[in-house]
């Protein structure tokens, strides 16, 4: 009887939307439950769906609907920051231009794998659309060993931007992008602007922030761009960002004392440009990692880290001879170029060899780089035969021993702050080595939504201020 009774409620409330609208577009506000359901039965092209103010507990939303460019249907807060989302709650987002914007989940956590998920089953998946200005907060599972992930992307042409993302303390990566079928591949996803906030130490594998794509799949091309996103003391696991598939482009990036690399685990011709990594001597604090073919790292600025091995300031891999896929892939044909690093204690190449992994970096460039070290120290160390490294154009500093006789320059190198802040050679003479002088450096505040407080931070670095 209840059942009928909801049933009913919902199409009644269909019907009073139907007729409210008319030929123009809806705009409805629900305060129940079975409200949203009905609205969300009843929405056409360009309607926007308001979840009234307050705390909906135990809330498994499921925002499904066929909008289009023009007229996307929109799930919105009546005040972005007054609904909070709480209990046993999560979102299932599928269909055709669909806007998700202004809610906080908080106190509380998925019942399934997932918060936010770009999908309501594995053949419904959502296109097309957008969410922003959505917070989780500390939305984790009582049990530290259960798996969740915050947000998974499927489908295609989807957008991830403005939203704040913190304190994930249980097992699972933050955020992930899935090519698990036809469906999601080839996906052309952005993921801009956001606010990664901080995340402890988990203790194992599967405390990536932000992961794209899986080993099974790593060939397969997910054209994903991430760009200009705050990566904030994202300490879960070695690997902040790990990338496993292809033609996927990480620029404009601000990686803050975070303990760990971006690395490029799986898959092909990726680029990693324009992005800044500020350690602040803090320890783990890691850089760039680099395996596999055709990868591209230019006009990156590293600081102040001190990770090492896997977790130096930048790591190029050794490989493993006809690579299982879920192993290490050979590095070739890649390129490192106008990159600087300073004041970093680990550059490693060749990295990682043994009896296993004894295939050695071929065919790959590394030129016009500038690495600085205030006091001279041993930064670079290489572990294997580096002859398939071609070295040419760079400029270092304060590094006790060269790994080529070909293709470094010694100088004594005196830096100043340039107007965004970072730190470059004095004089025109290394123009052309290391980041260029045109590199902008994302603010925090350019970053999630502005109504929700991020937590505090010394917001300094070498050569300037955050």
Not at 131 to 141: A, L, P, R, S
Not at 287 to 297: A, F, Y
Not at 419 to 433: I, T
């Amino acid at each position: 009887m209840n059942c009928n009774h909801s049933y009913m409620s919902r199409l009644l409330w269909a019907f009073a939307i139907l007729a409210s609208s008319g030929a123009g577009c809806a705009d409805t506000v629900v305060k129940t439950q079975s409200e949203f359901e009905a609205a969300v039965d009843a929405a056409r092209p360009g309607d926007t769906i308001t979840l009234a103010n307050g705390v909906w507990t135990d809330f498994e939303m499921v925002f499904t609907g066929t909008g289009t460019a023009d007229k996307p249907i929109t799930l919105t807060a009546e005040t972005k920051g007054e609904v909070i989302i709480s209990g046993v709650s999560n979102l299932r987002i599928a269909g055709e231009y669909l806007v998700v914007s202004g809610l906080v989940f908080r106190d509380g956590y998925t019942p399934t794998n997932e918060v936010i998920s770009f999908r309501r089953t594995k053949g419904h998946v959502a296109n097309n659309s957008r969410v922003t200005e959505v917070v989780i907060d500390h939305f984790n599972n009582p049990e530290r060993n259960e798996t969740d992930f915050w947000v998974m992307m499927y489908g295609k042409s989807n957008r991830f931007d403005h939203n704040h993302l913190e304190g994930k303390s249980n097992s699972g990566v933050t955020m992930a992008v899935r090519l698990d079928s036809e469906l999601s591949q080839n996906n052309h996803h952005r993921i801009d602007h956001n606010y990664f906030g901080p995340r402890s130490v988990l203790g194992s594998n599967g405390g990536e922030t932000l992961r794209i794509g899986t080993s099974h799949y790593s060939l397969t091309d997910s054209h994903t761009v991430v760009e200009n996103n705050f990566f904030d003391r994202c300490n879960g696991e070695v690997e902040i960002i790990s990338n496993k598939s292809g033609r996927n482009t990480f620029r404009g990036n601000v990686f803050y004392e975070s303990r760990g690399t971006l690395t490029l685990r799986h898959g092909n011709d990726n680029l990693i440009e324009n992005n800044v990594f500020f350690g602040n001597d803090v320890d783990h604090t890691g850089g760039i990692r680099l395996i596999n073919k055709r990868q591209t790292i230019r006009n990156n600025y590293l600081t102040g880290l001190k990770g090492y091995r896997f977790g130096g300031a930048l790591v190029v891999m050794n490989g493993v001879p006809n690579s299982p896929i879920n192993r290490y892939h050979q590095v070739e044909d890649s390129l490192i170029e106008n990159n600087t690093i300073l004041d970093s204690d680990h550059i490693e190449l060749a990295a990682g060899s043994d009896a296993e992994r004894s295939a050695v970096p071929l065919t790959t460039a590394i030129r016009n780089n500038l690495i600085v070290n205030g006091e001279e120290i041993d930064s670079i160390a290489v572990h294997d035969d580096i002859s398939g490294i071609t070295f040419e154009g760079n400029v270092i500093s304060g590094v006790a021993k060269l790994p080529s006789d070909r293709g470094f320059e010694q100088k004594s190198v005196k830096l100043e702050k340039h107007s965004n802040g970072l730190l470059y050679p004095a004089g025109k003479e290394l123009a052309g080595v290391g980041v260029s002088r045109e590199l902008t450096v994302l603010e925090r505040s350019e970053t999630g939504p502005a109504w929700y407080p991020k937590p505090g931070y010394a917001g300094r670095f070498e050569g300037g201020e955050v």
